[in-house]
T-cell receptor, first 116, second 112 residues
Framework: EAQVTQNPRYLITVTGKKLTVTCSQN?????MSWYRQDPGLGLRQIYY???????DKGDVPEGYKVSRKEKRNFPLILESPSPNQTSLYFC???????????????FGEGSRLTVL | AQKVTQAQTEISVVEKEDVTLDCVYE???????LFWYKQPPSGELVFLIR??????QNEISGRYSWNFQKSTSSFNFTITASQVVDSAVYFC?????????FGAGTTVTVRA
């Protein structure tokens, strides 16, 4: 089954304790991206990756890191989480942009993170 | 810079009423995609429709229909004969190159 898998789905942590949210897709997609969802703000793009070893900042990258060492995985790293990073996080993937006709994003189920 | 505006924060209707969700976008690009996603109370994002900037045909899928007008930079979504299961947050989104920008979302509540 084609899917984007995020882990953990729920996490409560404390300020400053490094954490990683994993994202994996089994569709051989080139493009992957992370978003955070906050009330009244919709979803905002954190980072995206066009392919292995190619990443770039989205609209709200501060406080986050990513890496893309393999095509299927795109982990989101919070080196020193703060309470303002409490949010619902979504990972997404799609085929590359070389062919613009393939624009659909496949989303993971979301990871709800609380930083105390 | 690109931007998506969903001016309606919340809409509440009685079952079987029609509901139209507005979406206005801004972009300098000539090639882009517009999307609508649904987020039910369970939280996942459900893809509803994709439309590219060169295709202004309106589309109907069951009780859902979409009206894309480049002249007004709008991509509105109508649910006909709404049902309680339509209660959700609906997001409009704009994608060009590698950026995907979402509107703030419209919460639709359908009362029985």
């Amino acid at each position: 089954e084609a899917q984007v898998t995020q882990n953990p789905r729920y996490l409560i942590t404390v300020t400053g304790k490094k954490l990683t949210v994993t994202c994996s897709q089994n569709m051989n997609h080139e493009y992957m991206s992370w978003y955070r969802q906050d009330p009244g703000l919709g979803l905002r793009q954190i980072y995206y990756s066009m392919n292995v070893e190619v990443t770039d900042k989205g609209d709200v990258p501060e406080g986050y890191k990513v890496s893309r060492k393999e095509k299927r995985n795109f982990p989101l790293i919070l080196e020193s989480p703060s309470p303002n990073q409490t949010s619902l996080y979504f990972c997404a993937s799609s085929l590359g942009f070389q062919e613009m006709d393939t624009g659909e994003l496949f989303f993971g189920e979301g990871s709800r993170l609380t930083v105390l | 810079a690109q931007k998506v505006t969903q001016a309606q924060t919340e809409i509440s209707v009685v079952e079987k009423e029609d509901v139209t969700l507005d979406c206005v976008y801004e972009t300098r690009d000539t090639t882009y995609y517009l999307f609508w996603y649904k987020q039910p109370p369970s939280g996942e994002l459900v893809f509803l429709i994709r439309r590219n900037s060169f295709d202004e045909q309106n589309e109907i899928s069951g009780r859902y229909s979409w009206n894309f007008q480049k002249s007004t930079s709008s991509f509105n979504f109508t649910i006909t004969a709404s049902q309680v299961v339509d209660s959700a947050v609906y997001f409009c989104a704009l994608r060009n190159d590698y950026k995907l920008s979402f509107g703030a979302g419209t919460t639709v509540t359908v009362r029985a």
